[in-house]
């Protein structure tokens, strides 16, 4: 049960775009088209799930049970950054066909911040490793939901008449914000 | 190299690459910390301290970074003084530390402060590069007041805590809420493009 709210609660109630306001960039960036917006959200699936455990691994091996907290900061940035770009050589080598869909999303990763943050909010939570897994894997899952509606919408807004200002940035932002409001009521949820 | 006064160095963060404004970068924060005014006024001191210190950093050690590895040391450079300012708001600033939960260690991903080291410190002198941080900050630290003021005062009727609204107020509760901060920054970045292209076309 706990582990169902756990998921649940990562997708759509603590949203990591709409409630955590991460991964704010790739989520403007990259939600012109659903299909592009599709494959970055499975990228950042992928990475995360990879994330939540390996920081899970450094944070409770390494860093607690050697008193280094204070190099959290640090060694996370270190791991997810080299963690991409082994993923990258990795899928490169093995699925050349998966490399051609996620290819050009996973350097992009790197400075993504939902990533850095997963970790984060997780070692903070003080999840068990189960957990850690089913929210990283959950947050993915949730940021996919947010990216892929946000392109839906914006397909539509193309034909729309928007004043001259709010084009582009604005207007997705307004949308957004509409979309956060939609989503605060799923915390109904969990209660 | 550009031949800018220092001056117009400084003036440019401000408005003309205003960082969250005119360029879109650092939303993550932006959004996320102003529902008050102090922990907006907090997140942007902190990131003050650590792009003016890296700034200075990178631009002194910039002849000895080999350039494969230049986006890892800079890394390495922003997170140092991130954990720096992280454990410095724990001890002497506990509720505002506990208040901005995880978005103090993700300064470290604050695309603001990377993009001034890569496009900037990179290439210039001491100076100018702390000169370029200064001007990048205050742009930053203007964004999260003008953010925070309007969602403090609309959501809560305060500001830094005091009343400012009198009791026929009714809060606007979803200024607070995240929907508020898309919402306000949506709106303030349709206005800045609307001053920019008046200013252009007089």
Known sequence: MELIAIFISAVLVQNFVLYYFLGICPFLGVSKKIDSALSMGLAVTFVMSITAVVSWLINNLILIPYDLGYLQIVSFILVIASLVQLVEMFIRKISPPLYQALGIYLPLITTNCAIMGLALIAALNGYSFVETVIFGFGSGIGFTLAIVLMAGIREQLDLSDVPEPLKGAGIALIVAGIMALAFNGFIGMLT | ?202
């Open chain 2, 1 to 202: 190299m550009t031949t800018k006064t220092i001056r117009a160095e400084y003036l440019k963060g401000l408005w003309d690459e205003n960082p969250v404004l005119r360029q879109l970068l650092g939303l993550c924060p932006t959004l996320a910390v102003t529902g008050t005014v102090i922990t907006g006024l907090a997140m942007g001191l902190a990131t003050t301290f650590v792009l003016i210190l890296s700034s200075l950093v990178v631009s002194s050690i910039k002849k000895l970074i080999p350039a494969q590895v230049r986006i890892a040391t800079y890394i390495v450079v922003i997170a140092s003084f991130v954990t720096i300012a992280d454990q410095f708001l724990k001890a002497f600033f506990y509720p505002i530390s506990e208040a901005l939960g995880p978005y103090v260690p993700l300064i470290v991903v604050n695309c603001i402060i990377l993009g001034r080291q890569e496009a900037f410190s990179s290439r210039n002198s001491i100076g100018r590069s702390l000169i370029d941080a200064l001007g990048m900050s205050t742009g930053f630290l203007l964004a999260l007041l003008v953010l925070s003021s309007i969602r403090e005062i609309l959501g809560a009727g305060t500001f830094l805590g005091y009343q400012v609204m009198g009791p026929w107020f009714k809060p606007w509760i979803i200024m607070i809420l995240p929907a508020g901060a898309f919402i306000t920054l949506g709106i303030l970045l349709g206005i800045a493009l609307k001053i920019e292209s008046k200013t252009k076309r007089s």
